[in-house]
């Protein structure tokens, strides 16, 4: 069933945005003193940039003496500057998650970087360009995404998640090459020709930086949320000029880190100057900010910059170096000068741009509004306390130092006022019990080094903080539906019925008024309510949910998607809202006539997870068509599939064949690049279970299939992992072939 949901809402106009009062009323009086005069202030465009491993000493503004950042120290003078600023974890794939979604990492979807295939997204998941999106904000995201899988048409692509633009990297592992061989745009790879055989012809930041440009040109005239992610200054030191740094008497990879520094730095001042030679910099908010602490990998000497200031640790690490970041909130027009101490989690960017958007954010995250902070108010919310998690495997040297030898340990972290208590597991387990933890214990207010463990000193303290900590995680987080979900059917039948749904969620803290749900079928088809779908009231916490009857005509072509379209509109405190989503069916292809290799027929579907489903020659992570021919014990088959658990391929039979062979395991490439894949394999048709393998290895050879499929409409064919370890379990299934009776 399909609940992908793209969040392509109306122009802004038609919501109503410039009559939002999103500007801070300070702002508003400063600019009618200056002679502004504009009868409604329009609501503002944001803009986020993320810098990739960029430490809080980084930046001029906060201390860095060897590396030159000008434009934002500039920002910092003329703006916020948070000084109290955190990542809600200490390296990049659980820090963006919380970024995107206001959750920290004891509630989040994602809180570790990937050991094997890139974690996504949930489906529950609500990120801040959602939001954004149902007041008529156009949202991009230019840069490194993060959340897999590398496909372009699945659930955590960023043009499902309200992205309505994206360009960049979808992969965690793709974003550490800054001259790749494609990068993504939307759903479609771009190669960059200037890159082939591993020629240096185009550097990836420079392409992103443009994309970005372009893209404010053209959203210039209406309200719009840009999230640029620039993947500098993340390892390895690569850069075409070493610029001002060429001639210090530094490594390569010191100066080259030094000169991607200097490089975001510049990215972001082409921002603001485009901004402003657009006119639009007064009606622009800019937040400047990294996703964790400074690296040491590659040969970069992060004590050579004093990249963490006075903090301890680096990235990696649950101390203030590894997690607390810079972070710049900077509008001519809307925001005063100024410095702030208050303890501001990056979880605080959804309800914060929320609130400057006029949008009704989701109630259920961890995140508080910081825009009456922006606006000079002195009481901005502030947190009871902050929590991290750390769930990591990977080492460097003097972050393994920082944690006295602990840096593969779970571990958790949380600050309450000027207390900070940092723990770890001397086993992979969360769950074990709290005295066999090793707690220390921290005053931030005289000790912002976290040079003194006073846990012994205040016992009573530290089973405050301990519990606190057991509080802040969950095994699973549920959340309340907000905004639109759609399910679609995956196969329709010409003249066959079929049901639709959508769901409009409230998870906000305000009721809706005049909620309606609709449905728009291909040109021909038949739709038809049978749920009501509406409702004058929805209240905080509720939801609407409405099912049509679709029905395609009797002469609709088999074998082709068609779309599905929803819409969902309510008005909310701040204005009307428009949500609007999209699912897909396919009528079925033909049924085999006559005996047929399985890679030569068209699948219904293809869930696969990692990769796309390969066919005949291909493997590993290449396209279908393309790669090592799949080989068991040497031998070589012309004719297969290839696989990676969990996946199911499902192919339409129409009762036409009868039966259905092939060999299926782990094949000879697979076990080559790692011995410890191990899978299940299963033959299912209608729903029903007609053969499995076991558990299946490279070194115990593939199993043959021979399967009676008499009868069988759908024949699916279920791939799963058998050993808790998917990043190596590449399946194939060779000479997958039906007898057609």
């Given amino acids: 069933m399909s609940s992908r949901r793209h969040f392509l809402a109306g122009s802004a106009a038609a919501l109503g945005l410039a009559a939002v009062p999103a500007a801070p009323a300070s702002a508003r ?115 490194k995404w993060g959340f897999g899988p590398e496909q372009g048409d699945q659930a955590s692509h960023p043009n499902a998640r309200g992205f309505e633009e994206f360009y960049g990297y979808i992969d965690h592992g793709h974003a550490h090459q800054y001259y790749p061989q494609y990068l993504w745009h939307n759903g479609v790879k771009e190669p960059i020709p200037a890159n082939e055989g591993n020629a240096k012809g185009a550097y990836a930041p420079d392409l992103i930086e443009r994309h970005a440009l372009e893209w404010i040109d053209a959203r210039a005239d209406e309200p719009f949320l840009l999230f640029l992610t620039p993947n500098v200054p993340h390892s390895p030191s690569d850069i075409p000029d070493s610029g001002a740094y060429a001639s210090r008497p530094w490594t390569q990879q010191n100066k080259g880190h030094a000169a991607q520094i200097s490089y975001f730095d510049a990215t972001v001042g082409k921002v603001v100057d485009r901004l402003r030679a657009r006119g639009i910099a007064d009606d622009t908010i800019l937040f400047v900010t990294s996703d964790n602490g400074p690296h040491e990998e590659g040969g970069v000497d992060p004590d050579l910059f004093d990249a963490g200031g006075p903090l301890r640790g680096y990235k990696r690490n649950l101390y203030e170096g590894g997690i607390r970041v810079p972070l710049i909130a900077w509008s001519p027009g809307r925001i005063g000068k100024g410095t702030t101490d208050r303890p501001t989690p990056l979880t605080d960017v959804l309800p914060t741009l929320a609130d400057l958007a006029g949008a009704p ?95 012994a000193q205040n016992p009573s303290v530290v089973t405050g903080l301990v519990a606190l900590m057991r509080s802040s995680w969950a095994d699973s987080y549920p959340r309340k539906p907000h905004g639109l979900r759609v399910t679609v059917p995956e196969q329709a039948s010409p003249a066959q019925a079929f049901t639709v749904s959508a769901t409009l969620g409230n998870a906000s803290a305000k009721p809706w008024t005049d909620a309606l749900l609709t449905v728009r079928a291909p040109a021909g088809w038949a739709v038809r309510a049978i749920t009501a779908t509406g409702t004058a009231r929805l209240a905080q916490g509720a939801k609407l949910t409405a099912s049509w009857q679709v029905t395609a005509p009797a002469g609709t072509a088999p074998g082709t998607t068609w779309p599905v379209s929803f819409e969902a509109t309510a008005g909310s405190a701040g204005g009307p809202l428009r949500y609007t989503g999209a699912g897909r069916t396919s009528t079925l292809p033909a049924a085999p006539t006559v005996d047929s290799w399985l890679s030569d027929l068209d699948r219904v579907s293809a869930a696969n997870g990692w990769g796309p489903v390969e066919r005949d020659r291909s493997n590993g992570r290449k396209e279908p068509g393309d790669g090592t021919a799949i080989a068991f014990g040497g031998t070589t088959y012309a004719k297969g599939l290839g696989v990676h658990a969990p996946s199911e391929v499902v192919y339409h039979l129409g009762g036409n064949a009868s039966r259905f062979t092939a060999l299926v395991g782990i094949d000879d490439f697979s076990t080559r690049q790692a011995a410890t894949g191990a899978t299940k394999a299963s033959v299912r048709g209608d729903g029903k279970v007609l053969f499995s393998t076991g558990k299946l290895t490279g070194a115990g050879g593939p199993v043959a299939v021979d399967v009676d499929v008499r009868g069988v409409r759908l024949l699916h064919l279920v791939v799963e992992d058998a050993n808790g370890n998917s990043a190596y379990d590449h399946t194939s299934w060779a000479d997958a072939r039906v007898t057609v009776r």
């Fill in 361 to 455: 954010a989701p109630a259920d995250i961890d995140g508080l509004s910081a825009a009456p902070l922006l606006a000079g108010t002195a009481d901005a919310a502030r947190h009871n306390h902050l929590y991290w998690y750390r769930d990591e495997r990977g080492v460097t040297s003097r972050a393994d130092k920082q944690d006295k030898g602990r840096a593969t340990w779970l571990a958790e972290a949380v600050r309450k006022d000027r207390w900070k208590a940092v723990r770890f597991a001397p086993v992979r387990d969360h769950n074990l019990p709290d005295g066999q933890w090793q707690v220390e214990l921290y005053d931030l207010s005289s000790d912002l080094g976290e040079q003194r463990d006073v846990a």
């Fill in 29 to 143: 009086s400063a600019d009618s003193r200056a002679g502004g005069g504009r009868a409604a202030v329009r609501a503002p465009n944001l803009v986020v940039i993320l810098a990739d491993d960029l430490g809080y000493g980084d930046l001029g503004a906060y201390g860095q003496k060897l590396i030159t950042t000008p434009r934002i120290d500039q920002l910092a003078s003329e703006g916020l500057r948070f000084s109290d600023a955190y990542s809600l974890a200490a390296v990049c794939a659980p820090s963006r998650c919380s970024l995107l979604t206001g959750l920290h990492t004891g509630h989040a979807a994602v809180r570790a970087n990937p050991d094997g295939p890139q974690g996504p997204l949930r489906d529950g998941d609500t990120t801040f360009a959602e939001v954004l999106r149902s007041r008529g904000y156009r949202t991009a995201v230019i840069g």
